[in-house]
């Protein structure tokens, strides 16, 4: 064999020795990140009720990778998001959302996929109301210096009851 395709080898084999796999978590780890998590969502769901787009927007990650899926077929980043929610807040009086349950699902490289299941209450300033009863929201976080931020968000719902 030639020395420079032996060195060649020895370098390429070095190089994929020394890749390691980010870590899986731990259950005290995952424990913890839920109820991290869990914080996050109810500050979400409080700035939600108060129709305050820019506490909403402190969860999600300003970043170009941000996505978010609207129930209403859209796709947004980061700033479609921040000011499509200000001009939705603009046009209620009311929001709430309650949680029916959540679940979580960890991958390596402290990103954590959470389904939220819960429904929607809106008032419009028109006085109109619509109640959905089966909301849905896909949340990937991940942990971006210490805080845990959605990376990524997909939302559906079923049909308003008005």
């Known amino acids: 064999m030639k020395p420079t395709l032996a060195i060649g080898l020895a370098l390429f084999m070095l190089s994929g020795c020394g890749r390691q796999e ?3 978590m731990t259950l005290q780890e995952q424990d913890l990140a839920k109820k991290e998590i869990n914080e996050v ?6 700035a939600a009720s ?3 787009a820019e506490a909403l927007m402190q969860s999600y990650s ?4 941000f996505v ?7 796709m947004a980043d980061y700033q479609e998001t921040k000011n499509g929610t200000a001009e939705m807040y603009k046009s209620l ?7 029916i349950k959540n679940e979580f699902r960890f991958l390596p490289g402290n990103v954590v996929i959470c389904a939220w299941l819960g429904k929607c209450d809106v008032t419009f300033k028109t006085e109109e109301r619509a ?3 089966s909301y849905a929201i896909t949340f990937v976080f991940k942990k ?9 968000s997909h939302e559906s719902a079923s049909p308003p009851v008005e």
């Open 62 to 65: 300003n970043s170009p990778d």
């Open 144 to 152: 971006l210096d210490n805080s845990w931020k959605i990376i990524y």
């Open 50 to 52: 108060t129709l305050d």
């Open 41 to 46: 969502l109810n500050q979400q769901l409080q």
């Open 68 to 74: 978010l899926l609207s129930s209403n077929g859209s």
């Open 22 to 24: 980010p870590a899986q």
């Open 131 to 133: 109640m959905i009863d």
């Open 93 to 99: 009086t009311a929001l709430k959302f309650t949680t």
